[in-house]
């Protein structure tokens, strides 16, 4: 039987920091009605600080594995979300959607608290920007 969920694939470069977060935020708020999914256009590591931030909001990504484009092209999302101009720029494939968000997030600076400063504060701006587009 299909999913009556809708799916939302966050996509950034490496599939590091801004997509595990956007995808466990959006797992943690609103699981019952979205799957959420992430992808980079490179294989990147999952960010140890994106791990640490979200766990002190009691959201749990540490099994989080990268993954390309590529390797979700087989998958049809209802929405594709750009939290970064280059992916959203140098993606020349994309999976199917029905629709295509951008909302580009910066990089969280490397500042104060072994960076975590940074983090908290890409947290909030996901959580609220989620909080009003997926409500």
Known sequence: MKSLKKSVLFVCTYNSARSP???GILKNLYGDRYESFSAGLYLGETDKRAVAVL?????????HKPQ????????KFDYIVFLCENAHMSAHY???????VIH???????????GLS??????????DWINIYFS
Do not use: C, H, W
């Open 104 to 114: 580009y997030v910066n990089v969280p600076a490397g500042f104060g608290d072994d």
């Open 94 to 100: 994309l999976p199917e959607s029905k629709q295509t």
């Open 21 to 23: 977060m956007a995808e």
């Open 55 to 63: 766990a002190e909001s009691g959201i749990d990504i540490k099994e």
């Open 118 to 127: 940074g983090f908290r504060m890409l947290r909030e701006s996901l959580s």
């Open 68 to 75: 390309t484009l590529g390797m979700v092209s087989d998958k």
